[in-house]
């Protein structure tokens, strides 16, 4: 007799997990910012102008490589090239503390939004590979739903990293979380 075998999760579910996952992180990434910038504000002397640039420059890469970052992925792969948008917003993100003026840390958030330029084009170009039609609405909701828990996770951990030890650790901390 042979012994019953449980039965295997498809593999699919385990790229729709990691979708989930990137779009957790991305937001993490992406929000920790806001959460810091009064304290850097008063520490490195910053006003609501030079706040708001930072801030934006973040969308000027990000938006950069929206389309490239489809041709990209369709070319040469999503999961290639949504490994190197994880790592490399991830790097930026854990060097953020090193930015001391409102140039140089509007530099590191355009190169950040880079990276993350390439998150939803490379995960659309996987999802229309491995995602039969009739549950790519199931897990597009399920795969958005990962930007909104990271949202409601990074927020309150941003907040007590930043209590505990300071704001630098909480770049540090998500930029980690990438790697």
């Not at 938006?63 to 970052?69: E, V």
């Not at 530099?107 to 229309?128: C, D, H, K, Y």
């Amino acid at each position: 007799a042979r012994p019953l075998q449980q039965p295997r999760m498809p593999r699919r579910l385990n790229l729709v997990l990691l979708f989930f996952t990137c779009n957790l992180i991305c937001y993490m990434d992406r929000i920790n910012i806001a959460v810091t910038a009064p304290v850097i504000m008063k520490e490195l002397g910053w006003n609501e102008a030079a706040l708001g640039i930072i801030l934006s420059s973040f969308f000027w890469g990000y938006t950069l490589l929206q389309i490239p970052g489809g041709w990209l992925a369709d070319r040469y792969g999503g999961k290639r090239v949504l490994s190197i948008g994880v790592l490399w917003w991830s790097f930026f993100t854990m060097i953020t503390p090193l930015a001391r003026t409102t140039g140089s840390m509007a530099i590191m958030r355009a190169l950040m939004g880079l990276g993350e330029g390439v998150n939803f084009p490379s995960i659309q170009s996987l999802a229309s590979k491995w995602v039969p039609i009739n549950e790519r609405s199931r897990v597009s909701g399920f795969i958005l739903s990962g930007i909104s828990v990271g949202n409601i996770i990074a927020f309150p951990l941003a907040t007590w990293i930043m209590t505990v030890l300071s704001w630098h650790y909480v770049f540090y901390v998500f930029g980690l979380f990438g790697f």
